[in-house]
């Protein structure tokens, strides 16, 4: 019953890279590739799987690198299966995630 | 016990008497009775008994007091509220001792669709009530489908009490099934995952070994047990002038911690500056989170619960479970309550090709761990876990050492550490509330998302049950962050072995012993979980069971996605195919028309966040009609 932390890390550095991408495409392979199921539909991290990965995700060749070479528990996408063009288009869909309203306006999160 | 003064017939020549009866039939023209369920007699084997075995010539074909009554009687004096179990043929004395010499009143026959739904129902009522139910099952067949949630039970520590029906006596049996649903040794098959079984022999054997399984299963670490109740037993009737006795039933006190280990730890602890108390399956009774909130107020130390049971209030402000991490990293004493598993909770495990793990805490770090577990050690099954090293260890029940433990500290406490005392329960306040704005923040994102986002279910469910008497009855993680539990009632811990199908009758369970409180239960059930004996939901339907079913569909077994997709990553191929064989879509199963469908109110599926307050809101108007309701929630996968 160990509680495993879900950090935030990656989704509170500053974005230091831009890359251009499809973000419909991103979309589509955010689902297909499996990366929905640690971090959400919506990227928005899931309880003791991932991290939240957008809106504001971390910088490109950040993400990358650890995609490519995850120094935690997360699984290895390495470009045999997941292309640089692919991971950009998914960069480009962490980018088009929408910001939520703020903690204060949300009536059930004040209960 | 009173026993009959009228002339009885042992079951033996009861059965021959029959079995000659029934000999005659099939030699003058039938080959079988219609109807029959079993496969016939052989007209030649037939005819050899009634050579052999002549009827009497005055047959006694009834019996006042069968054995079963007697052991109904024992049941009754230990004091069991229910029974939990399908009909099963080898327990049929049993069975019709409880609905017609008991009046089906403590205890109450629940009538169940699946032995592991029974035993698993046990393991959540006994969560709730701090005792077991009895759980009846065949000895062979019923006892194979219970095993599943037997070994749950006995990883959580959670005591069960079964009977289960068998024939020894091969000279007896009802030709056919009655053969295949006998054994040598029925307790064999779970004894790995058992406390303690017996078969008893006689009537009298039963009583004495009833109440022995009772104590066992109640002396921490509690756990489930088992007692075969012979059909011959069950059906033949007591002796005239049988003296049969119901031992006294007097539970054992749990173990508490040896004196000097106790004034140890309390020295440790008192002395540190960075104290971590972590608890598991510490609090079993009410008693025990009122207990451990005074040793935590005493030091002012962080407290991480673990979720094994209802520890701690989520919403003190020495709960530190969102920081546990950083706590843990800098803690100079940490003590484990119950612990399960003490090595992975201050080690970093990686699951990657080559498996690697290290230490999370400072160097020097003292660990202490007072669990009963370390009193009943088995060695097939492993869910002991990998060895921590630990510098006090403490083979004791945790609750049990609590109130030793903090005069042990209490007595320590000098102006000075009070004083340091203090100021580190400021710290730890402030960090409580900035944890608990990030939580918040988190649970913002993927707000308005469809599928809903399992931090929007909880949300929505808490505000429509937050002022009532509620009791969460699941094991699910956005709750435990958001919801203010404070009551011991409130959770009910997780499954213990991790076994899928535990989650549903669990619930119905707990849900059977808060109703006679007048609590609202309610839980969060995962979709796969349910699949796996939905028969739940007709039991609580046909028992009136006030049970709020919210289900977390993600439409899939959602963690075996992500290790099939674990599996693909690493061996680079087809990272697109991990739903195959792990999802539980096309069709999509509509759980609200299968809820209607045994008879309990059913609401759904939900895709628009918006819709579900006012859905959740019409089934728990059912709910405080004593209704069980489900809502279908089409959800994130966590």
Known sequence: ?111 | MASSKKASVGRRNFLKGTAGGAAALLAASHPAPAQSTEPARSASAAVTTVERDPSPTVEVLTADRPGADFMLDVLKAIGFDYIFANPGSSFRGLHESVVNYGGNKNPEFITCCHEESSVAMAHGYSKIEGKPVCVFAHGTVGLQHASMAVYNAYVDRAPVFMVIGNTVDAATRRPGVEWAHSVQDAGVLVRDFTKWDDMPVSLQHFAESAVRAYKIAMTPPTMPVLLVADGDLQETPIRPGERLHIPKITLASPPQGDSGAVAETARLLVAAENPVIIADRCARTPAGLKLLVELAETLQAPVINQYGRMNFPSAHRLNQTERARTLISNADVILGLEVWDFWGTVNNFRDQLVRTSRPITKAGAKFISISATDLNTKSNYQDFQRFPDLDLSMAADAEATLPALIEACKRLLSADRKNAFEDRAKKLAEAQHEARGRMLAEASYAWDASPISTARLAMEVWAQVKDKDWSLVSNTAWPQRLWNFDKHYQYIGGAGGAGVGYGAPAALGAAIANKKYGRVSVSIQNDGDLMYAPGVLWTSAHHGVPLLSVMHNNRAYHQEVMHLQRMANRHQRGIDTAEIGTTIKNPNIDYAAMARSMGVHGEGPITDPNDLGPALKRALEAVSRGEPALVDVVTQPR
Do not use: W
């Open chain 1, 1 to 111: 019953m160990r509680v495993i932390l879900v950090t935030t890390i990656l989704a509170s550095l500053p974005l230091v890279a831009q890359t251009s991408g499809d973000a419909r495409n991103g979309r589509k392979l955010f689902e297909n590739y499996g990366c929905y199921q640690c971090h959400g539909h919506e990227a928005q991290g899931g309880l003791g799987t991932g991290p939240r990965l957008g809106p504001k995700p971390i910088a490109f060749a950040a993400l990358q690198r650890y995609v490519r070479q995850p120094t935690g528990q997360m699984p290895p996408y390495t470009a045999k299966v997941v292309s640089d063009k692919d991971l950009a288009d998914i960069y480009a869909f962490l980018q088009s995630v929408k910001q939520p309203p703020p903690v204060k306006d949300i009536l059930l999160l004040n209960n």
